[in-house]
């Protein structure tokens, strides 16, 4: 729904950028800006700003995958033009306020504003090649927590948890061989999954066979266990945005087959006993069970049925209801979703709407561990947080 709200202030936005960015070139060439190459330079800006929604409406192929992946990522990078043009402008208009100046004339001579725009130009082209750098570079996290119950045979367990790698048009085989390479570098015992393994549309991976091996080379004592998130359903989507869609959203029957072929274990709902030594329970997505599901259990429900002498771990794509985990005797929470707020300032409130947004917190007995993620979703930049895989090291102990 918010999509069909975004894109009125998207566009406005975009006209905001194109008409100071013209206005520039202008000022450069004198006023002698040629017509036509104020109509190429037009067509040039809106086929990019507009790519994500010119791909919804073309067939699956090279074509879409182009002006999605280009939409997506001027989408990230037009963020920091409207905020740093934004302030300038709004400097400007204070300036002019105070020092009483007339709209005859103006603020800032010629030289100036030329000299202004190359640095904001310049400034911009760093931030959207970081930004893309950081998005698309998977950096680790390591961290090493206690858990006072008996683990039978097992004294410590080497847990390597992802999350959120959005596979689709921006995340494909280079970034899932980078993730599995570092996953299998720790050695794991388990290897958990949380959430948004898709980017909702499987129709948007090229190479789905590819990707398949890819995770199947993935090497645990235990095995790979994961659940699904709110991506991780047949939904039509821009720029992180969804649609009205009438019914309940499911996956994509071929992201259930292609997890089963990857031998990634989804628990909906459910938990396994490993080892006889301790649990894993998979909770379905807070706002989107999906296929089967209606209303996921509570967590004193989740618990009700397990031997809580044993550690519990629970899967849980979003980082919600803590204190209620904690309470019903679980003793590590592992989820994603949150992205660290991926970009910033949202990297800002995102630690304000999240009690984790990102890494370790004790509640009580039990530790909430939330990773940023592998990849993105709608701006295909990262500007302020990382892309990571999480060593989790449980030392287990007796009472």
């Not at 060439?29 to 330079?41: D, N, S």
């Not at 698309?136 to 390591?142: D, G, L, P, S, V």
Request: aromatic content about 10%; proline content about 3%; overall charge negative.
């Amino acid at each position: 729904m918010i999509a069909i709200f975004i894109l009125p202030i998207y566009i406005l936005g975009n006209y905001y950028v194109c008409r100071w960015f013209m206005k520039w070139l202008d000022t450069i060439c004198k006023g002698k800006l040629k017509i036509g190459v104020r109509v190429v330079i037009n067509i040039i800006y809106w086929a990019l700003c507009m790519g994500m929604y010119i791909a919804a409406l073309l067939p699956e192929g090279t074509v879409r995958r182009v002006f999605n992946v280009a939409g997506t990522y001027w989408y990230g990078v037009v963020i920091y033009i409207l905020l740093i043009v934004g302030i300038l402008d709004l400097t400007r208009i204070i300036i002019r306020k105070v020092k009483k100046i007339p709209k005859t004339e103006t603020t800032i001579t010629r030289p100036q504003f030329i000299c202004i725009g190359f640095v904001v130009v310049a400034i911009i082209a760093t931030i959207a090649i970081w930004g893309g750098i950081q998005a698309r570079t998977i950096n680790t996290a390591e961290y090493e927590i206690e858990v006072d119950k008996d683990a039978g045979n097992i004294d410590s367990l080497n847990v390597v948890l992802v999350a959120d790698q959005h596979m689709g048009y921006s995340v494909g085989t280079g970034m899932m061989e980078d993730m599995v390479n570092k996953i299998n570098a720790y050695n794991p015992d388990i290897v958990i999954m949380a959430g948004d393994i898709f980017d909702n549309n499987y129709d948007a991976l090229a190479e789905p066979e590819k990707l398949i091996e890819i995770y199947k080379s993935i090497n645990s004592k235990y095995g790979v266990y994961a659940v699904y998130g709110n991506h991780d359903i047949d939904e039509m989507i821009i720029a992180g945005f969804t649609f009205p869609s009438d019914g309940k959203l499911v996956a994509d029957s071929r992201m259930d087959e292609f997890l089963e072929k990857a031998n990634v274990i989804n628990l909906r709902d459910e938990y396994v006993l490993i080892d006889d030594s301790f649990f894993i329970y998979g909770r379905p997505d807070y706002s989107k069970e999906g296929r089967g599901i209606d209303g996921r259990k509570t967590p004193a429900a989740l618990t009700s049925n397990l031997d809580k002498k044993k550690p519990i771990l629970v899967i849980d794509h979003e980082p919600r209801e803590l204190q209620e985990l904690a309470d019903a005797g679980v003793d590590v929470d592992l989820s994603g979703h949150t992205h660290d707020g991926q970009i910033f300032p949202l990297n800002l409130t995102s630690k304000i709407i999240w009690e984790n947004s990102r890494g370790l917190l004790k509640k009580g007995d039990m530790t909430s561990i939330v990773t940023s993620g592998v990849g993105f979703y709608g701006p295909g930049v990262r500007v302020g947080t990382e892309a990571e895989v999480v060593d989790l090291k449980i030392d287990f102990k007796s009472k």
